[in-house]
């Protein structure tokens, strides 16, 4: 599974980094992607990175503030979140890409581990 970490209370326009480290039994993927569910709506693509060439996505809304990045030599994926706002507010899951060519379809990914709650407050 993979455990995501680094969620907490911050104000708006405040910063966040959350990590995606692996546990347990290794697996192969052909990356990492950052989900977020808000409380009383569907879960929601963020983020994700191809562990080769690095290729990111990201979702409209959080695009020119959050970061994803990847250390291949540890497994290990961050997303680094900068002016956040209250909407940003929800629980962030990390899973790992395996399925299919679309990195924003959930159905592609496995491995979800237990999120992050993630509160910006106004």
């Known amino acids: 599974q993979l455990q995501a970490s680094g969620g907490g209370l911050v104000q708006a326009g405040g910063s966040l980094k959350l990590s995606c480290i692996p546990s347990g039994r290794p697996f192969s993927s052909d990356g990492r992607g950052w989900f977020r569910q808000a409380p009383g709506k569907e879960r929601e693509f963020v983020a994700a990175i191809r562990w080769i060439g690095g290729n990111t996505y990201y979702a409209d809304s959080v695009k020119g503030r959050f970061t994803i990045s990847r250390d291949n030599a540890k497994n290990t994926v961050h997303l680094q979140m900068n002016s956040l706002k209250p909407e940003d507010t929800a629980v962030y899951y990390c899973?790992?890409?395996?399925?299919?060519?679309?990195?924003?379809?959930?159905?592609?990914?496995?491995?979800w581990g237990q999120g992050t709650l993630v509160t910006v407050s106004s």
């Open positions: 899973a790992a890409k395996r399925y299919g060519s679309i990195w924003a379809d959930d159905r592609n990914y496995d491995y």
